[in-house]
């Protein structure tokens, strides 16, 4: 009965990441209790938010949440203090925090031939991410192409065809899906030896393995 126990069954979601502290916690109740139902919302223990009358079967009510991992509970109680507990709690995991870069990127030319295949270039940057961690990366022209890397990864080596010209971006994606771009683009447009110009000093050496046949 109803005097014992807050009569039917009512249950929340399971877990979520949030990038925001205004988290909705929603829950469904069925019951024929005709008093006054009071329930509270508490994080780790301590209640954040009570209600009085709830009105439908399926109730949505907005709660903040620090950042941090937190456990989220739903309780019933009758108008002589009896509880029932939510069928599950809540596991909260909030991050307000954008990731950051802590150096670069840097776009450099790294040691190796230059080809018909193209220049050999390498891309550089460092980040972090002070919530739920850094979780992916992705470099590219833009952010759904071309490449997804392990955010452990700090250096990207690529080619570049000779007379192309191509934007690289990076961006940074933490535990909760909020992410970092880099605030300059580096742009590549590399140029054939022949069409630049030199003074004082240089001497052509053959080179058959290298774009042009030579080395200057």
């Known amino acids: 009965a109803f005097d014992v126990v807050p009569d039917g069954e009512f249950q929340t979601g399971w877990s979520v990441l949030s990038p925001y502290s205004n988290v909705y916690v929603t829950w469904q109740v069925t019951t024929d209790e ?8 508490r ?24 950042d941090g991992q937190h456990v989220v509970t739903v309780a019933a109680y009758d108008q002589a203090g009896n509880e029932r507990l939510a069928t599950h709690a809540l596991d909260v995991v909030v991050d307000t925090v954008a990731p950051v870069f802590t150096s670069g990127p840097r776009l450099l030319l790294r040691t190796g ?15 972090k991410d002070e919530g739920t961690g850094l979780a992916l990366g992705r470099i590219g022209p833009n952010a759904t192409c071309c490449y997804s890397f392990d955010p452990t990864l700090d250096q990207y080596d690529f080619t570049v065809r000779p007379r192309s010209s191509t934007a690289w971006r990076i961006w940074l994606y933490d535990g909760v ?8 683009d ?19 050496v053959p080179a058959p393995g290298v774009l042009g046949g030579s080395e200057w």
């Open 34 to 41: 005709t008093s006054a139902v009071t329930y509270r919302i």
């Open 43 to 66: 994080v780790d223990g301590e209640v954040v938010r009570q209600l009085t009358d709830v009105a439908g079967s399926t109730v949505t009510k907005r709660i903040d949440v620090p």
């Open 113 to 127: 031939r230059v080809t018909d295949a193209g220049y050999p270039l390498r891309f550089t940057w460092s980040g």
């Open 177 to 184: 899906g909020r992410v970092t771009r880099v605030g300059r």
């Open 186 to 204: 580096g742009y590549v447009a590399p140029v054939d030896w022949s069409e630049t110009r030199r003074s004082s000093g240089w001497s052509v």
